[in-house]
């Protein structure tokens, strides 16, 4: 079975300073893990997916994500958060049953203050 | 990207009626749909598989006669929610993968619905 942990619920930063949201996960088997941003009352947008081509894996608006085996973790990060990074982010991971099912955490809100 | 879409974006009811949802796949077809349920801050509750040209696939604990599911085409299926009630008040989101069998198991999500049942 699946599972997906978001340590942090609320995440607060400063505009300009970095951001780091962590998620750590369960499978039976190699996993695809994704990351996904929620704009409030919008549908969930693709940030980026890790596929076991590389362990670091870069995605949109300048957000990336570090496959770690090792720790079971697969954490978000950004150099620089911007005032329009505000929102929720989803760490899910994907497992086949017949088709892949998505797992997801429970989320993690990003505070940016100006 | 491939893009999903949901109509209505939100609807208001009453108590004891029916709401029916779609959700279709614009540039790419889905045998696989996916529903979900969101509570306000809450994260996404997977309710079913719906599958083209065969019955959907519910989670423990959902009801089949509450949100019946149809997947008609190979680009819509619909969540109907029968004779709803204030407690099924929610966003309730689809998404779809672009190539469930072919090692493709990236999501693409509509924008959600807004259900309130008065």
């Known amino acids: 079975a699946q599972s997906v942990t978001q340590l942090d619920s609320h995440v607060s930063v400063s505009e300009g300073t970095p951001v780091l949201l962590r998620c750590n996960y369960s499978?039976?088997?190699?996993?695809?893990l994704f990351w996904y941003v929620q704009h409030p009352n919008k549908g969930l947008q693709l940030l980026l997916k890790?596929?076991?081509?590389?362990?670091l894996v870069k995605g949109i608006n300048g957000f990336e994500a570090e496959f770690k085996k090792s720790e079971t973790s697969f954490h978000l990060t950004k150099p620089s958060a911007h005032m329009s990074d505000a929102a929720e982010y989803f760490c899910?991971?994907?497992?086949?049953?017949?088709?892949?099912?998505?797992?997801f955490g429970r989320g993690t809100s990003l505070i940016v203050h100006p | 990207g491939a893009v999903v879409s949901q109509h209505p974006s939100w609807v208001i009811c009453k108590s004891g009626t029916s709401v029916k949802i779609e959700c279709r796949s614009l540039?790419?077809?889905?045998?696989?749909m996916f529903w979900y349920r969101q509570f306000p801050k809450q994260s996404l509750m997977l309710m079913a598989t719906?599958?083209?040209?065969?019955?959907?696939?519910?989670e423990q604990g959902v009801e089949k006669d509450k949100f019946l599911i149809n997947h008609a085409s190979l680009t819509l299926s619909t969540l109907t929610v029968t004779s709803a009630h204030p407690e099924d008040s929610s966003f309730y989101i689809c998404?779809?993968?672009?190539?469930?069998?072919?090692?493709?198991?990236?999501?693409?999500f509509g924008p959600g619905t807004r259900l309130t049942v008065l």
């Open positions: 998404s779809a993968p672009t190539d469930p069998t072919g090692g493709t198991d990236t999501q693409y």
């Open positions: 499978s039976s088997y190699s996993p695809s």
């Open positions: 890790y596929t076991s081509a590389a362990t």
């Open positions: 899910v991971v994907s497992e086949w049953r017949g088709s892949y099912i998505p797992t």
């Open positions: 540039d790419f077809q889905a045998t696989t």
């Open positions: 719906s599958n083209e040209g065969s019955k959907a696939t519910y």
